[in-house]
């Protein structure tokens, strides 16, 4: 089955820099691949996603790229705001179309 | 009009009891998802039951049982409470190739 990793586990950044998280998968089957932002308390919710016919796709100061090659895919966020603290999932869709994967995790802090 | 929602959202009760929590969705979705989150905010995949039949089933205690009246809900039904299952649960759906979106979660306590 699919295996997603995600790293890092927690980061920290100054308000205003960029952070970057890595998630990379082993089922070159997987053709879809969704972030997901939870707030403490809160549900997991939808900030981005691409499909593997896309190669990066951004929304204002979200961005998401997808590597097929080396079945990797980042999620980048510019202009880092207190609001963006969050954990960050990362997840891929094998082509059944209904089958998530998630990695685990990544504890966004970002520092006034 | 919430899109997915679940009942109760708390949920405090003791060891060796029965209890159920409730999800619908109104998005019209396919396939509805529980997923487990432990304290380590893991997301760990239960079931998944695609037009109400069972598509995914991962290595869950049978103590665990899902039930899906119809496409539009699907319960979760734990025996036998363990301390170990005081955890959030969250129901989700999606459509065939589309995103998931979750309920607001169920906190669950095993004392």
């Known amino acids: 089955g699919e295996n997603v990793e995600q790293h890092p586990s927690t980061l920290s950044v100054q308000e205003g820099d960029s952070a970057v998280i890595k998630c990379t998968y082993s089922?070159?089957?997987?053709?879809?691949f969704p972030w997901y932002k939870q707030e403490l308390g809160k549900r997991p919710q939808l900030i981005i996603d691409?499909?593997?016919?896309?190669g990066e796709k951004k929304d204002q100061r979200i961005a998401v790229t997808l590597n097929k090659t080396a079945k990797h895919f980042s999620l980048h966020i510019t202009e880092t705001q207190p609001e963006d603290s969050a954990v960050y999932f990362c997840?891929?869709?094998?082509?059944?179309?209904?089958?998530?994967?998630f990695g685990t995790g990544t504890s966004l802090t970002v520092i006034p | 009009d919430t899109a997915v929602s679940q009942t109760p959202k708390y949920l405090v009760t003791q060891m060796g009891n029965d209890k159920s929590i409730k999800c619908e969705q109104n998005?019209?979705?396919?396939?509805m998802y529980w997923y487990k989150q432990d304290s380590k905010k893991f997301l760990k995949i239960m079931f998944s039951?695609?037009?109400?039949?069972?598509?995914i089933n991962e290595t869950v205690p049978n103590r665990f049982s899902p039930k899906s009246p119809d496409k539009a809900h699907l319960n979760l039904h734990i025996n036998s409470l363990e301390l170990g299952d005081s955890a959030v649960y969250f129901c989700?759906?999606?459509?065939?190739?589309?995103?998931?979106?979750f309920g607001p979660g169920t906190r669950l306590l095993v004392l």
């Open positions: 989700a759906s999606s459509q065939l190739y589309g995103a998931q979106y």
């Open positions: 089922d070159s089957a997987s053709n879809y």
């Open positions: 691409i499909r593997s016919n896309v």
């Open positions: 997840a891929a869709s094998t082509n059944t179309g209904n089958q998530f994967y």
């Open positions: 998005l019209g979705h396919d396939t």
């Open positions: 039951y695609n037009n109400k039949e069972l598509i």
